[in-house]
């Protein structure tokens, strides 16, 4: 029998974005904190693609850890905007090739589901 348990994160340094979606979402967690971020679709004369990097560097900052720190790297695979899905899995390999962090890619749906599975689990 497999029982699930609930995983210690106390020593894995995350940073998760998904750029699927109008708004661009971007997490570190590290240090037994998290520090999050959204980028609005097409901001001004910028859009995600030129914000995305200078937002993840600000919260690796905030987070004091650094990009050589990072043990995992998550993004959204789909379903969602083509160009947006282009640029989350083109920002997480080049992260992934330039640090030993592993990969993570879960899908929109997946996504959304640990998100209701956390809620029933803080209200319990």
């Not at 967690?29 to 993840?56: E, M, N, R």
Request: glycine fraction near 8%; hydrophobic fraction near 40%.
């Amino acid at each position: 029998m497999i029982t699930l348990m609930k995983p210690s994160y106390q020593s894995v340094n995350i940073l998760a974005f998904d750029t699927s979606g109008e708004v661009a979402s971007v997490a570190v967690w590290a240090d037994k904190k998290i520090c999050k971020a959204s980028l609005p679709f097409g901001t001004g004369s910028h859009s995600q693609a030129s914000q995305l990097f200078s937002v993840i560097q600000g919260l690796l900052k905030d987070a004091n850890t650094t990009f050589q720190d990072l043990n995992v790297i998550a993004t959204i695979v789909g379903p969602g905007s083509f160009t947006g899905i282009r640029l989350g899995l083109a920002t997480a390999q080049g992260l992934i090739l330039s640090t030993k962090a592993t990969s993570f890619a879960p899908t929109t749906l997946q996504n959304y589901a640990f998100g209701a599975w956390q809620k029933k689990e803080t209200s319990e």
